[in-house]
């Protein structure tokens, strides 16, 4: 299972307490992760990523294992950490702003 | 008794204020999207319990939320509470944010690019909804001014919207940003007249549709914006800041623009400036009495660059003429030391009599007057800054 830290405002929006977990077929990907997170929660489409482009919205970033993937390729590989659930995928609004 | 409904949508979160219709005391409630910039929250005149509002992020995008029962449960469109969240086939559902331009060739609207700042071409990109006006008679049925401008409709109750590109064929690559971004904030729909609907961009100007959206004319002529555009008297490109009508004068308009206040007595097809005795004409909101078709109500504001009150003064300027001469009405509002804004959608009038007026600040205070505007009084003084106040009377 993957795991997905949403931000306060996404975790409201999809009604959701804590971490998630996503059940993801195939390869572990940046897209396969967002595919099966709006397949289960279709209120965050468009929040994360815009819905007829696909790409990450610019104040939006991903990091996983105290590294930021945020401009990584979405269809690049994800850790092998998080892949095994061992870390989690997280989503996270940019500072800008406070 | 009737009652009255506020909808006030605020920097962090909407509210929802509660009074008879004494409209001595009120109840709050809220906030609701606490922490998301709530823009505009509107009710159904065909069903005042079916409310929708426009919760937005620079971060996480567009969300409508859309509520059934007055207020006190929210759901976004398309995935109602205690529904599954996909549809049968396993697809998802919950498409109430999505809105995209229309670019496809059965229309032959291309999405082509309007000017940038420095009076480059720039693409269209959608960032967010101002303004939601629900239809006069059918509670699904909704309309959505966004930014960069364009009109959208949802015939769902909110649910999937398309976009009445049309519109974008009036001039569309002559249309630019103001200061708070291109967007369409106003709709103004016409009772006697369903086919008939009028809306205005910042910095576009106004534009009318006699064939329920799908072809627009623009309707500026008479319009001067000296200081602002090339062609003083262009045909678009005229940075108004809200158009108002009476329902039962669908002829007559009332407009603040960016400087000016202006009423045309023919739909928009020319304009004539009333801003008579006014300190200054230059302002956001523009409303008219509920009972008084030549009564109408601005807050002037000191300039572009100083969005404040006039000597810090926070004055209601009431025409019972139509515009030209004014009244200054300030009992009640802090007459030293006021430095607030009020803006494009944050005021408005209610339907009893005597007539109820509503106006939210930047600093966040939301000012209520039961007689016509000759007083006024605080319901709350410390909300995050008001982007809009709606009121609804409930029998």
């Known amino acids: 299972m993957i795991r997905v830290v949403l931000p306060a405002h996404l975790r409201t929006l999809a009604r959701v307490d804590g971490e998630l977990k996503l059940d993801v077929k195939g390869p572990v990907t940046q897209r396969t992760v967002l595919d099966a997170l709006e397949a289960h929660y ?4 468009g929040t994360i990523r815009d819905h007829v482009t696909q790409q990450r919205r610019p104040f939006v970033r991903f990091f996983a294992c105290e590294e930021d993937l945020s401009h990584e390729s979405q269809d690049a590989p994800l850790p092998d950490a998080v892949a095994t659930g061992a870390e989690p995928f997280l989503i996270v609004g940019a500072m800008a702003g406070g | 008794m009737s009652k009255i409904r506020l909808l006030v949508g605020t920097r962090k979160g909407a509210f929802i204020l509660t ?12 906030p609701h999207f606490g922490g998301w910039e709530m823009y505009h929250l509107k009710g159904s005149p065909a069903e005042p319990n079916r409310l929708y509002a426009s919760q937005t992020s620079s971060w996480f995008g567009q969300i409508i939320q859309r509520s059934d029962d007055g207020g006190k449960t929210w759901h976004q469109p398309g995935t109602p509470p205690g529904e599954p969240i996909t549809a049968p086939d396993g697809s998802p559902k919950g498409e109430s944010n999505k809105f995209v331009y229309d670019s496809s060739p059965e229309t032959g609207k291309p999405l082509t690019t309007h000017q940038w700042y420095d009076g480059t071409q720039h693409p269209w990109e959608f960032k967010r909804v101002w303004h939601l006006e629900p239809s006069l008679n059918d509670p699904d049925t909704v309309y959505a001014g966004v930014e960069d401008a364009a009109l959208f ?6 649910q999937n919207w398309q976009e009445l590109s049309g519109l974008r064929s009036a001039k569309g690559h002559l249309w630019q940003p103001g200061a708070g971004g291109m967007c369409l904030h106003t709709i103004v729909l016409d009772r006697s007249n369903p086919r008939r609907m009028f809306i205005a961009i910042s910095a576009a100007g106004v534009f009318r549709t006699d064939d329920g959206g799908k072809t627009w004319l623009p309707a500026n002529r008479g319009l001067k914006s000296k200081y602002e555009l090339p062609d003083p008297d262009a045909e678009v490109g005229h940075c108004v800041h809200r158009i108002a009508m ?6 007559v308009l009332f407009m603040q623009k960016h400087w000016d206040v202006l009423r045309s007595d023919n739909a928009g097809e020319s304009w004539h400036k009333v801003s008579g005795n006014l300190p200054t004409d230059f302002g956001f909101p523009i409303d008219v009495h509920a009972h008084e078709p030549d009564t109408i109500y601005v807050i002037p504001i000191k300039s572009d660059s100083e969005h404040y009150p006039p000597e810090g003064k926070l004055r209601v300027y009431r025409s019972r003429m139509g515009g030209n001469e004014w009244e200054a009405l300030t009992k009640g509002l802090p007459q030293r030391d006021c430095y607030v804004n009020v803006l494009r959608d944050a005021m408005t009038v209610d339907s009893l009599d005597p007539c109820g007026l509503y106006f939210g600040t930047t600093g966040g205070q939301v000012y209520s007057s039961a007689d016509g505007g000759d007083s006024w009084t605080p319901i709350v003084r410390d909300f995050p800054a008001v982007f809009s106040v709606e009121v609804q009377v409930l029998s």
């Open chain 1, 42 to 45: 279709p209120m965050l489409r």
């Open chain 2, 19 to 30: 009074s008879d219709g004494t409209r001595r005391q009120w109840d709050v409630t809220g």
């Open chain 2, 153 to 158: 409709v949802s015939k769902d109750g909110g």
């Open chain 2, 246 to 251: 009476h329902p039962s004068r669908p002829n």
